[in-house]
């Protein structure tokens, strides 16, 4: 830690000569991936007498694969050590003391000059100066890491060097020692993924050195093994979670392991079990972390065609009555009544929306399907993947299998009900609808058993 705390007065981030402090940080390392340490300080105390900082603007992970998916090449660049370049004002200094534990007991008391991982402020000041530097119509910035994109290399190479400029006004420090630095690429990894802008069409997955790493953990043969702690469990979790979100595999699927997460999240949170202490992790959220590990394994790549045809289509539902429509030609319209009523009108609208996609699927797939819904939550469901409600992921496990027996490039869209095309169909007007249409909606308020049988029935492999 001395050694670590003379090369932080070196560079400027500390200053340990006697001063005023109005708040004290405990500071500690942790290791980086490179092999050196990296300065943490808990800034609970400062944090609490502090606003809560605005919105970073960190842009949305599947925009970010989108927008590299769209490009040809891509020119990527780091900043060195990010945080420490930029400094702190006179006027707030003072709250920045910190103590860096020394031998036996000891410590050190410093001021910090620069910002320090641990102030909540700190990522959104980085972010927001990243977007600045590197501007959203010249590529993509993740907080410390520049990414510009072009059609060309000629375009990527440009805006590239734009960026240079800027950083160079700025007296940003970008590192440029990494043999990539300044290279047009079109196989690259960011973000835990690689990508291969070269393949047609553009293709991506999780980075094959990420995924080993996670394969060869002893957290996860814990976890595996059913005992194992929950400090442990939501590392390993996390990094499926991160797995499915960014490749696009829903979530739902691991429905029993969701429902352990929010127990057990409740349980740490409230102090009734401990972080560290003993945990036995139940046989079907095992299950469900094999089912996802099989996935990681293979490590499919993920495409996504540009060029689909896209079809959109209307869903909604009322107290008694659902309603599809389809703009197509001749514009389909389908409506029916919901057996039983008594469901929630999350559930009824959700309901309403797989009909809608088995319609889709059914008349017209390999296409983009935008579906318009004007129910915020379901939306919310159909991008997440998942829900908290138990009966919710069970009709979006059924969705998700209708997605990918038709093919669909699936883009749920919220509108406001004023313009909701289907909203007039659930109002009183059901003329009625064939048998095999109230099947399916029938099935899925009734048993698993129902569900697989209508799976068979359809051939879309919705069986359980």
Sequence with gaps: MLGHLDQLREFGVMDTSPSRQSVVLPAFTVPKKSGGLRLVCDGRKLNALMQKPPAMF???????????????????????????????????????GANLAARRGAYTRCTLEVMCMGWNWAPCIAQRSSLVLLPEEDGVCWVDNFFAVGASKQEATGRFAALLERCEVARVELNTADETFGVPMQRFEALGLEFDLAADPPR?????????KLLEADDLRAVLSGGTTPRTFFKVFGSFVWFCFTTGRPLCYMRSALSFVRRLASQVGSGERGWDSPLDVPFSTVEDVRRALASLRTNEWCARSPDLQSVIGWSDASDAEWAVLLETTPRRVIQDVFLPPRE????????????????????????????????????FALRKGHSKNYLANEILCLLFDLVAAGSLQLEPVWVSTEIQKADPFTRGWFHGSSLIEKSLLGAVLMSRRMCSLVGTMYGTGMSR
């Design 204 to 212: 991506f997955r999780s980075s094959p050195s990420w995924v080993l």
């Design 58 to 96: 960190l842009p949305d992970v599947r925009d970010v694969i989108a927008r590299f998916l769209q490009a040809s090449y891509v020119v990527e660049a780091d900043a060195v050590s990010y945080f420490y370049q930029f400094p702190l004002g006179a006027a707030i200094r003072k709250y920045f």
């Design 344 to 379: 929630h009108i999350f559930i009824k609208e959700l309901l309403a929306a797989l009909q809608a996609v088995w319609l889709a699927a059914d008349e017209m797939p390999g296409k983009k399907f935008r579906l318009m819904v004007d129910n915020q939550a379901v939306v």
